[in-house]
Nanobody, 122 residues
Framework: QVQLVESGGGLVQAGGSLRLTCAAS????????MGWFRQAPGKERELVAA????????YYADSLKGRFTISRDNAKNTVNLQLNSLKPEDTAVYYC???????????????WGPGTQVTVSS
């Protein structure tokens, strides 16, 4: 089993940047594909980006391509999400999770972290 903790959220003005980090416990982190999700108030949780175990495959939600970048460091057991050119509509709680079955874009994710709040002011 793996435990995840997100960090790096905060309050930023529109156009600004944040770097989110998901730290994982356990020795088998490199065995897992990982995903970043977000959930805004009153909206469903959505997949933002995902990355395969070996960084060979990366997925981005179409609406976010070019602004967000996912990366991972298997030596440090972390997966990061760089958020650039932030907009007020990016305001949400951001979560990381482990892909437990299926494809990066449509598979099932589990072992959710508690999330980190990102608030973008206009």
């Amino acid at each position: 089993q793996v435990q995840l903790v997100e960090s790096g959220g905060g309050l930023v003005q529109a156009g600004g940047s944040l770097r989110l980090t998901c730290a994982a416990s356990g020795r088998t982190f490199s065995s897992y594909a990982m995903g970043w999700f977000r959930q805004a108030p009153g909206k469903e949780r959505e997949l933002v980006a995902a990355i395969s175990r070996s960084v060979g495959t990366i997925y981005y939600a179409d609406s976010l391509k070019g602004r967000f970048t996912i990366s991972r460091d298997n030596a440090k057991n972390t997966v990061n999400l760089q958020l650039n050119s932030l907009k007020p509509e990016d305001t949400a709680v951001y979560y990381c999770a482990v892909l437990v079955g299926g494809s990066l874009s449509g598979g099932r994710y589990d072992y959710w972290g508690p999330g980190t709040q990102v608030t973008v002011s206009s």
